[in-house]
């Protein structure tokens, strides 16, 4: 078995032959959790790959939205993009300091908004490194280029219909969440979030699709077996959902690898579900 969509997926040793190259793009999407005490954009300017723009998913999105990192306007995001220096022609390639997590939001975002050349590094920052490659604390200064910003609403889940979807049942709700979280046996990391799950979700944490060892992507048959033994239906669609939808990309990205092409992510994920008293919770396996 091999991936049916191999090219959004590249290798160190892929970028390092290629980085130089006139239409490729370099993008660091790192991000961490508010508890963590870590700041992507410093670790960036401390050190990143070599031309690599940052992409700052908390700036990125709709900061009039209470909830994290929510998906902007195809006007905002297109002007952040052409900043950036990312544009139509270009093919892009997302990382991140964690390995393959963070990455997979950018990758989605661009994807949400038209641009299909974009690819993930496999491991990340952290196997660039290992490896002995180049990084450097130079500034970036791009030149400009044009975006054309054609969103696919396709790829996107609000609240509503997540919420429609728990009686018809036409997508499947797939959860990124670690095994307590998803149970409510686990505190979530957001004072006064309640814990459990959407009614009739089911569970695969996003690491489950990781090499432990360095963080790349599983082969393409374990790939498939990790979602197969979570339960998941190849023949149906499907709606990733997390914590406030960063992992639900990793889970989607997976899918996509494996040529599943109706995939979408819940933005909101369980950041606005769980804080949303009206909207029913369940708990346990």
Request: charged share 25%; net charge negative; glycine share 8%.
């Amino acid at each position: 078995m091999a991936y049916v969509n191999p090219t959004s997926l590249v290798s160190t040793e892929w970028l390092a032959e290629h980085a130089a190259a006139p239409d490729v793009r370099i993008v660091d999407a790192s991000w961490h959790m508010p508890a963590t005490g870590r700041n992507p954009r410093a670790e960036y300017d401390a050190e990143h790959i070599p031309n690599a723009v940052f992409f700052d998913i908390d700036e990125i999105a709709d900061t009039d939205n209470p909830l994290p990192h929510m998906v902007p306007s195809p006007e905002k995001f297109s002007s952040r993009m052409r900043k950036l220096g990312l544009g139509d022609g270009n093919r892009i390639v997302v990382y991140d300091t964690i390995g393959n997590v963070s990455a997979a939001r950018a990758w989605w975002l661009l994807r949400l908004f038209g641009h299909q050349d974009v690819a993930i590094l496999d491991g990340g920052l952290p196997k660039w490194k290992a490896e002995g490659r180049p990084v450097d604390d130079l500034p970036v200064k791009p030149a400009e280029r044009h975006f054309t910003s054609r969103i696919n609403s396709f790829l996107l889940r609000e609240k509503d219909q997540v919420a429609r979807n728990i009686a018809a049942s036409r997508e499947q709700v797939l959860d990124a969440r670690s095994a307590g979280r998803f149970a409510g046996t686990d505190p979530e990391p957001r004072e006064g979030l309640r814990g459990g799950h959407i009614p009739g979700s089911i569970n695969l944490p996003y690491t489950e699709l990781l090499n432990p060892e360095d963080g790349t992507f599983k082969n393409p048959n374990a790939l498939r077996a990790a979602y197969d033994s979570a339960g998941v239906d190849f023949k149906k669609p499907v709606i990733t959902s997390c914590g406030s939808g960063i992992t639900a990309c990793v889970l989607a990205f997976g899918l996509h690898l494996l040529g599943h092409h109706r995939v979408a992510v819940y933005d909101g994920s369980w950041t606005e579900w769980g804080f949303d008293e009206s909207l029913p919770v369940e708990t346990g396996k």
